[in-house]
């Protein structure tokens, strides 16, 4: 992993620690009888909003007009990706998941696939200590899981 030179290195980490936290938190308290797929569209009209009076915090070479022409098929991939994600974590916490272990078991899994795409697709390197984490994280989500 290369350290950043600037700030941004530690502050990123933080932003999605809170986002990460406040998503799952949130997305638990979402009532049960509210149709997923409505809550989600609220949530991405909110998104749309927000995201929109952000831009200028976010300046860029070329102005606006020069990033959206940049957009192409990653932004769809993205938002089917979130989709996923969004839906899946609240019928996850609608169907008995506690907060406390329902993102941390399937964390686990998404590192596990990440590390095997990595190395098979963009080229990392992956050491003998990657793999005994990987070992450890598995034995960490049984011990999660084991009922006596």
Known sequence: MKRGTNIMFYIAPMIVLLGAVSFHYFARRIPTSLNPIV?????????????????????????????????????????????FLDIGFILMYRNGWNLSTGNLVTSVFTNIALLAIGVLLIGDKATPMNLAGVLICIAGVAMIGYQP
């Open 39 to 83: 809550a989600v569209t609220a949530t991405y009209v909110a998104i749309a909003i927000i995201a929109s009076t952000l831009i200028p915090l976010f300046p860029s070479d070329g102005g606006l007009s020069k990033q959206v022409r940049q957009l192409s098929w990653i932004q769809i991939a993205m938002a089917i990706s979130i989709i």
